[in-house]
T-cell receptor, first 113, second 113 residues
């Protein structure tokens, strides 16, 4: 069974204070690892897909990296508008005809001005 | 372009009642997935449909059912509602291949009283 654990559960940063969010996973053959941002009461907003260890992707102040056991979402010089819950999900290969995503519990990020 | 649209946005039902939630995917997307997100947790996979056929089912009771129509829109039905069914129900659409990102709608907030 695929599993995803995100840490920390909550993170408070001052504006401009860089940090990283962790996503540890076990999966029966990784098809893809996904990062989403979710604002309160809204659906998840797609950020990145990573497919293989060593891959990195960037978007504005966000950079996602992938190893064989975990992924990191690095946030550089965050702004208050980066406050949201960040979700990590994996898509495994075995017994997954439905291409389901297995999500972690998320990290709630709060950036104070 | 319209994203994934879900209706209704909010719904209040009584225990034991039945509910139908609706989803229209992004134009051209043939795959629709349904997820349940309980407050404070990550989304959990319920169903995936592709080309009107069920391709995957999560660990949910038979009270949950779904279908996809010829125009690729989808319905999620839940019978005999329980208090524990209160959640945000999310629909995601995809181009169909495993390497396509999943785009989520804003969800339907279901409250069972």
């Amino acid at each position: 069974e695929d599993q995803v654990t995100q840490s920390p559960e909550a993170l408070r940063l001052q504006e401009g204070e860089s940090s990283s969010l962790n996503c540890s996973y076990t999966v029966s053959g990784l098809r893809g690892l996904f990062w989403y941002r979710q604002d309160p009461g809204k659906g998840p907003e797609f950020l990145f897909t990573l497919y293989s260890a060593g891959e990195e992707k960037e978007k504005e102040r966000l950079k996602a990296t992938l190893t064989k056991k975990e992924s990191f979402l690095h946030i550089t010089a965050p702004k208050p508008e980066d406050s949201a819950t960040y979700l990590c999900a994996v898509q495994g290969v075995v017994n997954n005809a439905g291409n389901m995503l297995t999500f972690g519990g998320g990290t709630r990020l709060m950036v104070k001005p | 372009d319209a994203g994934v649209t879900q209706s209704p946005t909010h719904l209040i039902k009584t225990r034991g009642q039945h509910v139908t939630l609706r989803c229209s995917p992004i134009s051209g997307h043939k795959s629709v997935s349904w997820y349940q997100q309980v407050l404070g947790q990550g989304p959990q996979f319920i169903f995936q449909y592709y080309e009107k056929e069920e391709r995957g089912r999560g660990n949910f009771p038979d009270r949950f059912s779904a279908r996809q129509f010829p125009n690729y829109s989808s319905e999620l039905n839940v019978n005999a509602l329980l208090l524990g069914d209160s959640a945000l129900y999310l629909c995601a659409s995809s181009g169909g291949g495993a390497n396509y990102g999943y785009t989520f709608g804003s969800g339907t907030r279901l409250t069972v009283v």
